[in-house]
């Protein structure tokens, strides 16, 4: 005799049948994991626990994502324009050499720490004027 299971007491249930349907569908239909889990309301690593201790979810889940990685379009070649597109793919077309340009040019080893100017200290106006010709040359 199993005893019926107490509604107030344990964790809330949050990838139900209902949930994992939902999930299954949106994966087969071509939507990201990590899209389809917050669609469902659950987080991105819910299905994968399950999956683990349930083979019947697991091999449901493996069809879904064959299914959409089917559907989802796949880029037909390189995409022009970006920094990534002149280094992998070797392309030299001119949109590609000036997003690879600027990205060098933008690239946080590229650029020269900030100068930090400290003041002077002076006390009489013949100092000062030493300390502005010394800060000119």
């Known amino acids: 005799m199993t005893a019926a299971p107490n509604p107030g007491r344990g964790r809330p249930v949050t990838f139900d049948q209902a949930a994992q349907d939902t999930y299954l569908t949106l994966i087969a239909t071509g939507t990201r994991l990590g899209d389809a889990a917050a ?12 999956a683990r201790r349930n083979t019947v979810f697991a091999d449901r889940w493996r069809d879904a994502k ?3 990685q089917a559907r989802r379009e796949k880029p037909k070649g390189p995409v022009h324009g970006r920094a990534g ?19 060098r040019a933008n690239a946080p080893d590229r650029k020269p720490p900030p100068i930090r100017r400290l003041p002077a200290p002076h ?12 800060d000119v040359s």
């Open 123 to 134: 006390t009489s106006p013949a100092e000062t004027e030493l300390l502005m010709l010394a």
């Open 66 to 68: 064959t299914a959409g």
């Open 39 to 50: 669609q469902c309301g659950i987080d991105r690593t819910t299905p994968h626990h399950l």
């Open 85 to 103: 597109t002149y280094t992998n793919h070797a392309c030299r077309c001119p949109p590609c050499t000036t997003a690879a340009t600027q990205a």
